[in-house]
């Protein structure tokens, strides 16, 4: 690999815990390498898409690969699948790993290493890849949970930076519990609380438990007909779509949201026009059934002709 450009900014994915860590890692490495603190900025996948890359030279981890970023001085650290191919900028790339995983070895090659971020390493590669037969699966998750929880600035801010210091955290003992106690109860009300949004499409209401986790375990068991679960959330103003499959439908479904991911893991911010969850499920229901929002709508039209026939042979 080149030298390493000093990066005017880090960039990485808000998401989830495998942006939380790959933003530290390359904060840490950029530290070592430039003796200087780069500013760390995250986003979800609709900002992030939205944001005008003014930079000379910047650092992206857990972002996938496109044209608008293959730029001179511009490294690229991550393991979504990609169609395009690096001309000028840096790619380090891999679907096997996570992106997490990839920083730290390119920290290693640095001189950056320890027990401790091994061990933090492997655990978000377990949970981000989702690598169910490893005996860590169940804690791994414990630790995903934590920035879907608590979210990641707020997390950030009170490891400051230290991401080792996540290792074995007190707030894992809540992160357990809720495991423990929320997820079954969850399974079995989420289970019978499943509308249709399309044909492959179903939207799973949720109380408690860690969605993921359930949506997981549904599809898993197969005890819903639809190939792809939706799951809504809202954080601040915005509603949030997570979408969950297992033979790579997901993906797909999200980017009609303008969001991305993984085959079977992607997400999407939903307009600013959709307030709350139930605007959230009939935006859904509109952008993925636009056949049938068409024969309603020339249905409305003809109502309207009919009824102003009617009023004029009064």
């Not at 939205?50 to 910047?58: I, M, N, T, V």
């Not at 997820?183 to 939207?203: A, H, M, Q, R």
């Not at 911010?269 to 499920?281: A, T, W, Y």
Request: glycine letters at 6%.
């Amino acid at each position: 690999m080149a030298p390493l450009p000093k990066p005017e900014v880090i960039i990485t994915h808000e998401s989830d815990l495998d942006g939380l860590l790959s933003g530290a890692l390359l904060q840490r490495l950029a530290q070592k390498l430039f003796g200087t603190d780069v500013p760390l900025q995250a986003y979800h996948y609709n900002f992030w898409k939205q944001r005008d890359l003014r930079e000379r030279s910047a650092w992206v981890a857990d972002f996938t690969f496109e044209p608008r970023l293959d730029k001179p001085d511009w490294v690229i650290i991550d393991h979504h699948v990609t169609e395009t191919a690096p001309k000028n900028a840096q790619l380090l790339h891999d679907v096997n790993k996570s992106a997490g995983l990839l920083c730290y070895e390119l920290c290693q090659q640095h001189g950056i290493a320890s027990p401790a971020l091994d061990r933090l390493v492997h655990l978000n590669n377990v949970a981000d890849l989702f690598l169910e037969d490893d005996p860590d699966f169940a804690i791994a998750g414990d630790y995903a949970n934590l920035v879907k929880i608590y979210q990641f600035w707020n997390l950030h801010t009170l490891v400051g930076g230290d991401i080792e210091k996540l290792l074995d955290h007190p707030l894992l003992e809540v992160m357990a519990v809720k495991r423990r106690i929320e997820n079954p109860l969850g399974f079995e009300w989420s289970k019978s609380n499943i509308t249709e949004i399309s044909p492959t499409v179903g939207f799973m209401d949720t109380i408690v438990g860690n969605n993921n986790l359930i949506v997981h375990q549904l599809l898993e068991q197969q005890a819903t007909k639809y190939p792809v679960l939706v799951t809504l959330f809202r954080r601040g103003n915005a509603v949030f779509a997570s979408f969950r499959s297992r033979k790579g439908e997901a993906l797909k479904v999200a980017e009609r949201f303008q969001g991305g991911g993984h085959a079977n893991a992607a997400g999407a911010i939903l307009p600013k026009s959709v307030r709350n969850i139930s605007d959230g499920v009939e935006y859904l229901r509109q952008v993925l059934n636009p056949k049938n929002e068409t024969q309603q709508t020339r249905l409305n039209s003809l109502e309207s002709l009919f009824a102003g026939i009617e009023a004029e042979k009064k």
